[in-house]
């Protein structure tokens, strides 16, 4: 992906977003940051072009999101998945129910997406 500047803006959005998580993205950074998860480098709240990524695994060109109710159906989700898409990243998208609740699962399936490149996202 060529390089994309980052707006000031959307840089100081990210670092306020980092401040601001939900419960479901502290826990799951928990287990993403300083490589714990597998010795895969995560970063949170990463801006991208003109998107922030929940979270990001740039050298497998992963991005995970943790949704809310409020994400279901979005067409702005899938325009913006569409956008990441086509500047080379494989969207995942996991509801903070899945977080909560099953942990594990979430962190198994992370791990298997960012060690196969082939593995396309479900929803």
């Known amino acids: 992906m060529p390089h994309q500047p980052v707006s000031s803006r ?25 490589r714990r998860l ?10 991208i072009g003109n998107y922030i990524a929940d979270f990001v695994c740039l050298e497998a060109r992963l991005i995970v999101e943790i949704d809310g109710s409020q994400h279901a159906g979005s067409d702005y989700d899938r325009r913006r ?5 086509e500047c080379g990243f494989r969207v995942l998208r ?9 942990l594990d699962s979430v962190c198994d399936t992370i791990i298997a997406y960012a060690r196969d490149p082939s593995l396309k996202p479900w929803r």
């Open 10 to 34: 959307n840089r100081h959005f990210a670092r306020t977003m980092r401040k601001e998580a939900t419960e479901a993205e502290d826990k799951l950074w928990q287990e993403l940051r300083g």
């Open 38 to 47: 597998d010795r895969i480098k995560f970063r949170r709240q990463a801006p």
């Open 81 to 85: 998945d569409m956008a990441l898409n």
């Open 94 to 102: 996991f509801w903070n129910d899945d977080v909560l609740r099953d």
